[in-house]
């Protein structure tokens, strides 16, 4: 077995008094496609929250291809090749679609505000780079029509597909994917299940997920982490985990004594 | 009646680099600031303290120039030592913050008596004009516009629509953030480089508290975020006051009232301000069609 692309190692979380994750570990390697999953108020977002920076864990340690990000901030975590989507979709609401997407191609962007004040020649070349770039991804995705529209006129589900191109304009090495089918009805999330899974094959990347819908979890995912009371309480198939008795009873709560 | 005209062409002009600079932090950046008449103070007195003091042998239209360069650095170099604290804020918090700044900057004038501390700065030569002022205004603008439309504007005005996500997007927010307030700070030492060298006379009393609200307010009326909004909102604070002045005595003892009514009535009618965030390009007119990013 290769070394993992993002190893967790024993994350704890405390808030105060109350312990949110307790002891997580994880590790997930090239183009793996992993689940967590948990009842509400588990610490599944929290988990996300210290993988991408925006908290640091109180204890553990977490490593991206071998260099540990724990502490780092949320942008340079991206910049090292986490991307992730929000629960409530985060869009820069007022610009384009294609701005959206331009966005994820920043720090990439070699050319300092100088070149921008007095449009040098690498300002033009990088722009139509950059835009050139953002276009395909926009192709790849679907969106080109709609590249000059504002990204919150866009339908709910297209919001989400657009999130996801513009994490992935980041170029990362994980995505994380952050309840993708909330707020979808049937036939959204069937779409979604399919557009996760042609993504990691289209660009090989390994795929993290949080989610609530069951089905999703069980159709798209390899491997599945349940988390409860933020321990860890099952890992494995989704075959396994749907006939654990602790995850069962975690979710269904245990039969009157 | 054309002195009068002219001085408010230059007023008006003035304003414009106030308004346009200060939008680059509240409007395009997000960042809501009420320390301008600082960062403009801190501009007038240093540029004004430069042509008093040092004297310099040289064309007094060089010497307007080299103010105009110390007022930028005078009142960047003041922005971020705000700006690094400050910013770390957010929203209401940020706006007390450099509020008490703003003050801060006023009071320390008002007690240093090498630059006229209460008894005002007196004695400035009267090198700007017209020309001076309507170029450096072309400058602001042409400047500020192409920063927006650069990568690292993006990087300005997604910070503005959501800053967690452009912090997941790679971007460094806080760098971004610091640097839309220092170069907005600077432009604003410029205008008060400009406006020092024009009324040859400064007071503390006249970059109070009040002036920041004026300076915002031109940037509300015009369309926060909207550079041709604050252009447009700059002229219309400059001249309204007057043009009720003018108008007879009746008006005239009325002109708060009116001055507070049509803002009242311009905010429900268009609460995102006359540009809203659009801008009006009439560039774009003479450019071949699809030329335009």
Redesign the interface.
């Known amino acids: 077995m290769s070394t993992p692309i993002l190893e967790v190692k024993a994350i704890t979380m405390r808030f105060g008094g109350l312990t949110a994750v307790d002891n997580f570990n994880l590790s997930i390697n090239k183009s793996d496609l992993v689940g967590v999953i948990g009842p509400n108020g588990a610490g599944k977002t929290t988990i996300f929250n210290m993988i991408?920076g925006?908290y640091e864990p109180t204890e553990g340690d977490i490593h991206l291809n071998g260099k540990s990000i724990s502490g780092e901030?949320?942008?340079?975590i991206?910049?090292q090749g986490i991307?992730?989507t929000?629960q409530n979709i985060?869009?820069?609401?007022?610009?384009s679609v294609l701005?959206n997407i331009?966005?994820?191609?920043?720090?990439r962007?070699d050319?300092g505000?100088f070149?921008?004040?007095?449009?040098t020649k690498k300002?033009h070349s990088?722009?139509k780079r950059?835009?050139e770039e953002s276009i395909e991804f926009l192709k790849i995705f679907g969106l080109q029509d709609k590249q000059e529209l504002l990204a919150k006129n866009l339908p709910y589900g297209e919001q989400r597909r657009l999130e996801i191109a513009?994490?992935l304009a980041?170029k990362p090495d994980v995505l994380l994917l952050d309840e993708p089918a909330a707020g979808m009805n049937p036939n959204e999330t069937k779409e979604l299940t399919e557009l996760i899974r042609w993504v990691r094959d289209k660009f090989q990347i390994a795929i993290l997920l949080i989610e609530h819908d069951m089905r999703l979890v069980m159709d798209v995912c390899e491997e599945i982490y349940v988390v409860d009371h933020g321990e860890l309480i099952a890992q494995g198939q989704p075959k396994e985990i749907q006939n654990d008795p602790k995850v069962i009873e975690a979710y269904l709560g245990t039969e009157q004594a | 009646m054309l002195e009068l005209l002219l001085h408010l062409t230059i007023l008006s002009g003035i304003n414009i680099i106030l308004a346009v600079s200060l939008n680059l932090i509240n409007g395009i950046c997000g960042q809501f600031s009420l320390g301008h008449a600082g960062f403009w103070a801190v501009g007038a007195y240093s540029a004004a303290a430069f042509t008093v003091y040092a004297q310099l042998p040289v064309p007094p239209e060089v010497n307007l120039i080299i103010g105009c360069f110390i007022g930028f650095i005078a009142a960047s170099v003041a922005g971020l030592i705000i700006g690094v604290p400050c910013l770390r804020l957010r929203g209401d918090y940020l706006a007390i913050a450099t509020l008490g700044f703003g003050e801060i900057i006023r009071i320390i004038i008002m007690n240093t008596d090498s630059i006229g501390g209460p008894r005002g700065f007196s004695g400035i030569p009267k090198i700007s004009n017209i020309f001076w002022v309507y170029l450096f205004v072309a400058i602001t603008i042409i400047i500020i516009a192409n920063i927006m439309r650069g990568t690292h504007g993006r990087a300005i005005i997604s910070i503005r629509e959501d800053e967690i996500a452009a912090d997941s997007m790679g971007i460094y927010t806080f760098k971004y953030k610091t640097m839309a307030f220092v170069i907005g700070a600077g432009f604003a030492g410029t205008a008060g480089s400009l406006y020092a060298h024009y009324t040859q006379f400064l007071h503390p009393n006249g970059f109070t508290f009040m002036m920041s609200v004026i300076i915002l307010l031109m940037v509300i009326l015009g369309g926060l975020g909207s550079i041709t909004g604050s252009i447009v909102g700059a002229i219309i604070l400059t001249l309204l006051p007057e043009v009720l002045r003018l108008m007879g005595e009746t008006i005239s003892e009325w002109r708060m009232v009116i001055y507070s009514v049509l803002l009242i009535t311009l905010m429900l009618l268009r609460p995102g301000g006359i540009f809203g965030k659009h801008e009006f390009n009439p560039l774009k007119y003479f450019k071949k069609k699809g030329e335009v990013a």
């Open positions: 991408t925006i901030r949320p942008a340079f991206t910049q991307a992730r929000f985060r869009l820069f609401k007022d610009l701005d331009r966005l994820a191609g920043h720090f962007a050319y505000l070149a921008s004040i007095f449009r300002y990088e722009e950059i835009k513009r994490a980041t």
